[in-house]
Structures are given as structure tokens and as C-alpha cells.
């Protein structure tokens, strides 16, 4: 149940700021971009550019990443984990596969995908891991970037 106090701040959420509704052409625009920004995050992981998917997330405090049980808050910490994510990887090739973007606003728009990564171990072994993908993305100083992520790990 929604209470009727919160629903005016629930509509703002998903109204655009300038009150005026997204054409079609503004809605396939915001699309374009998430998605070259899925595809560049594909990208830097498979080169392990850990700088290069840092550029691709808000670089604040208010980065949060949701993953294994645990929330990380802001982009030193979220540095961390992607040193000890591919740090020590050899190679790394990921997936995305129905991917879906949904534009809330000229502002902000939600990813979601599956992914599958395989990983090569320096001692040559492949690891690979599969699960469901989440992005909150916010449009910041004219670049389309990650303010919010989310991984399940399915296996």
C-alpha cells in the first residue's frame, strides 16, 4: 500500500524535471547512450581497465555497488573492490545479454541485464560466473554515469 502523503514525491521521481513528458526520439536517445555505456563496461573489463570502468561510475561518495551480501558507498571503496575483482585476473570476457533500459527522466535511467564472465586464472584455469545486472544511471556533466550498481552471482 502506498500511503497518500508519499505520492507526490513518487511522481516526481518518475516525471521528468521539466515536467514535460519524453518524446520518443528523447527516450531512444537516453536508450543509445546506456547502452554504448553497457558496452563500454564490457569493454574495459575484458582490456581489465580498471580505470576505464571507474570513468564509467560517478566519482562521489554516492556511488554505491551491491554485490555478495555487502554494500560498498563511494568510488575509493568501489575502487578496491574492482582490484580484487580483476586485479589478479589474467583475462577477463563478459556478456550482456537481455538488456533493458527504462528512462525515468532527461536524467536518470535503470539498466538491467544478465551477464556471464569468464575469467582466466594465472595459472590458466577459467572460472565463470553468470547472474543478473542493475544500473541506476544519472546523466553528470553531460556523461551517463553510474551512480548506483547491483550483481547477483546465479553460479
Known sequence: M????????????????????????DSAAVIDAVTGRI?????????????ALLRLHEQSESLTYVALGRVTRGIDAFRQVLVDQLGGLEA??????????????????????????????????RVTGA???????????GKWLIRHSSHTFAR
Open 131 to 141: 547472474g543478473t545486472y542493475t544500473c541506476v544511471f544519472v546523466l553528470t556533466g
Open 2 to 25: 502506498i500511503r497518500t502523503s508519499l505520492l507526490p514525491a513518487l511522481l516526481l521521481v518518475v516525471l521528468p524535471a521539466s515536467g514535460q513528458a519524453l518524446t520518443p526520439a
Open 39 to 51: 558496452e563500454a563496461i564490457g569493454n574495459a573489463t575484458g582490456a581489465l581497465d580498471i580505470d
Open 92 to 125: 577477463a570476457d563478459v556478456s550482456f545479454d537481455d538488456l533493458s533500459v527504462q528512462v525515468l527522466d532527461r536524467n536518470v535511467a535503470v539498466s538491467t541485464s544478465t551477464y556471464e564472465l569468464v575469467a582466466t586464472l594465472p595459472t590458466g584455469n
